[in-house]
Each structure stands twice: as structure tokens, then as C-alpha cells.
């Protein structure tokens, strides 16, 4: 859009509209029709980009067109150092610090990082890690793995088959509109119901649990996606422990044989559900390993016997009784953690006692290993019994600060 330059009667002084001036004898500009029009059209074409209804008696249509023009695109792909939108950490299920696979049927735990699968009535569950085949046009953005829940016992009386992630405070989203898109299957027909609760910690007000929605799960992958209203904190009463948060659960149909599967879950701010967040493998590991973090390679689960390989070191120097003769080694965590986390211990070989440091001999163990003063960003791991035999010695860890 320009002023009417190339029409000599529009009368432009130095390129713009002039008013007429009597004593000096100059005639005012003329604005011809066609530039009116063009003029016109011009506005109406950004208030109707905008997705508004002309009106000839609203006079603030335009600043109203270029706010809604000026919003970010759903559909744009920002990096993620720009905009950060998913709040659930290992949404793409693509991080398995614990394992691929639960330890055993009929024990709850953290599997997949950051999710927790619960079941109860004695029912029987193998959760696992599933892959996606290369090329496959289903699910989009080429994801790895999907999480596999399989009920291999129905169990009796069950109250709770859960998948679940708690998300670090309860003023996540509050008083916010937010809006949950996942995909999901089923051995057949099955429904599932979501739900986000509100815990205030210990010594806080009683949860506040908000039904998302529920969802008839068909045999082929498809999108779901419903948006809810997160309550106020308005009225309510924080713990004191540091451990709020805002969960998000999937529970699943009781006392039944089943096979669900999920994938590329997403929690967002927002009316609008956008495309899944991609995050780099590396952030989203840095992201999980503020909740759990291991010495061992990706790639083992804890208590493989792998050799000590990745395993904290430390060399006894002298073969006596007192300090010199306990190994003793600083582990320093790459994320500092949520909060203290409780430590676990490993032995590096199958000949060595668990838990227990174990000589680059494979021939020696210790007796009493400890953590020793653990703290959010690191911790020592020592021993207390007698005197060991000059060697390197090796010892596995890991660190749990979940919520």
C-alpha cells in the first residue's frame, strides 16, 4: 500500500495529501476512488484474516485483528529454547533409566521415567517397552517407543490400574485452562478414564482430583485430546514437605485381561491442542535425571553385571585397619535433584555381594558400605567395617528423588 503517486490530479505535495490553502490560492489533494478502495480493502483483508466480521459502526476492528494476527502459531514447530510447552517430562516415552520392562508382575514401580504403574486385587502386569516399526505412518514425528501395559492376571476387587506422572508443584496450571493430547490402543474396544489431581504435600489441604475426560480406546492408534479447567489454589493450604504436585492419571479398566498401549503424551497450557512437543534425547535425559539418576551406561538397568565399567572407584591404599582402608568415592550427580534422594547400591559382578564394593580382582568384597552425606547435588558412598586389602574397588549406584 503507498499514496497515489502515479495519478497527477491526486494533487500530492512532496509525495503526500495536502489541504487546500484560500490565501495562498493551492487546491487541497483528491484521494481518487480506486486508492479509497484499495485503502479499504486492505483493512478489511487483515479483519477478515483475523477471522472477524466487518462492522461498519466498530471502530477498533483493526487493533483487534493485528492482536489476534500477532499470536503464536499453533502449528509452527518452535525450537525448544524458545518455547517449551509439553509439561510432561518423557512424554515420548524415549527415556528407560529403571529398564525396559517392570521387575515382576505383581509389584508397581516407575518404569518408564517419570511414570508410575499401579495396580492392585492381585491382578498380574508386564509393562514394556515397545518400538515403533521404521516408516510407520500411524503415529507421527517418527517416534521410538511407545509404553506397553499387559495384564497377564485379572485379579479380583481391584480399586486402582494406573498410569500416572506427578508433576513437580501443585501451582502448575492452576486457575489455568490446559489441554491433554495423547495417542493410545487396545487388544479391543476399551475405555479409559483421565484425571488430574491437585496434592498439597504433607500437612496441605485435602487433594483435589478434576476429571479430564474419558476415552473409548480403539484396536488401531488414534489421537485423543480433551481440555480441561485446572482449579484455583484459591482457599488452600500448602504442606510443608516440598513435595506438591499436579497428577496426571490414565486409569485403566479393572480385573481384566488387557493390552493398552500409550504414546506421545502431551499437557499444555491452552484451549488449542498443538502438535506434540519434540525435545532433544539429551534434554529430555537432563530432564528425568532430576527425579532418578544411575552410574550405569543408558543402556543397563540397575544391578546388571556389567564389570565396573561406569561404576565409582576408589583405591585402598593401605592394607590395614582405620580410614586409609576404606574405599571411599564422591559421586557427583549431573542434575542436582528435586530434593535428598535415597540411594541404592550395586554390586559390579555376580561373584561380588550385593550392594557391597567389589575389588578389580573380582576376588574381594566389602562388608558395610553406606552413602555418606548425601546432599541434592552429590553424595559419598564409604565403608565402615574392617580394614580391606590393598585394591581398586568398584560399586554401582543409584539416586531416587521422585515425587
Known amino acids: 500500500m503507498d499514496y497515489p503517486k502515479s495519478v497527477p490530479s491526486a494533487g500530492l505535495v512532496n509525495g503526500r495529501f495536502a489541504d487546500e490553502n484560500p490565501i495562498a490560492g493551492t487546491p487541497g489533494s483528491l484521494i481518487p476512488a480506486s486508492w479509497g478502495n484499495s485503502v479499504t480493502q486492505e483493512i478489511l483483508n487483515a479483519i477478515t484474516a483475523a477471522g472477524l466480521m466487518p462492522s461498519e459502526n466498530q471502530t477498533d476492528q483493526l487493533s483487534l485483528a493485528i492482536k489476534e494476527l500477532a499470536k503464536l502459531d499453533p502449528q509452527q514447530n518452535f525450537p525448544v529454547q524458545v518455547y517449551r510447552k509439553n509439561l510432561m517430562i518423557n512424554g515420548n516415552f524415549d527415556i528407560w533409566q529403571r529398564g525396559t520392562v517392570n521387575l515382576g508382575p ?29 516408516g510407520q505412518g500411524e503415529v507421527p514425528n517418527e517416534p521410538r517407543y511407545f509404553m506397553r501395559w499387559q495384564q497377564i492376571t485379572a485379579g479380583v476387587g481391584a480399586s486402582v490400574h494406573k498410569i500416572s506422572q506427578a508433576i513437580e508443584s501443585v501451582r502448575t496450571l492452576a486457575g489455568k485452562t490446559a489441554t491433554l493430547t495423547f495417542w493410545a490402543k487396545a487388544d479391543t474396544a476399551r475405555q479409559i478414564n483421565v484425571t488430574v489431581a491437585q496434592y498439597f504435600g504433607a500437612g496441605g489441604s485435602v487433594d483435589t482430583v478434576t476429571p479430564v475426560g474419558s476415552f473409548q480406546l480403539k484396536t488401531s492408534w488414534t489421537r485423543y485430546s480433551a481440555t480441561i479447567q485446572i482449579p484455583s489454589l484459591a482457599g488452600k493450604t500448602l504442606g510443608s514437605s516440598g513435595n506438591d504436585f499436579l497428577r496426571l492419571s490414565f486409569d485403566l479398566p479393572l480385573n481384566v485381561l488387557q493390552v493398552i498401549d500409550l504414546a506421545q503424551i502431551q499437557l499444555e497450557e491452552g484451549r488449542v491442542s498443538t502438535p506434540f512437543e519434540l525435545r532433544s534425547p539429551g534434554d529430555e535425559l537432563m530432564l528425568c535425571q532430576r527425579y532418578y539418576e544411575k552410574t550405569y551406561s543408558q543402556d543397563l538397568p540397575p544391578g546388571s553385571m556389567t564389570g565396573p565399567y561406569g561404576a565409582l572407584l576408589s583405591t585402598v591404599r593401605q592394607g590395614q585397619t582405620g580410614f586409609a582402608s576404606q574405599p571411599m568415592a564422591q559421586w557427583t550427580f549431573k542434575v542436582e535433584k528435586r530434593t535428598i534422594p535415597s540411594l541404592s547400591l550395586f554390586a559390579t559382578t555376580s561373584k561380588g555381594v550385593a550392594g557391597q564394593w567389589r575389588s578389580g580382582s573380582d576376588e574381594v568384597s566389602s562388608a558395610n558400605a553406606r552413602p555418606l552425606g548425601v546432599s541434592t547435588r552429590g553424595i559419598w558412598v564409604d565403608n565402615s567395617d574392617i580394614g580391606l586389602v590393598t585394591q581398586t574397588y568398584y560399586i554401582h549406584a543409584t539416586a531416587d528423588a521422585e515425587l
Not at 518404569?111 to 521404521?134: P, Y
Open 106 to 134: 505383581y509389584t508397581g514401580a516407575y518404569i518408564a521415567d517419570r511414570f508410575r504403574c499401579d495396580w492392585n486385587g492381585n491382578a498380574g502386569v508386564n509393562i514394556s517397552r515397545q518400538s515403533f516399526a521404521l
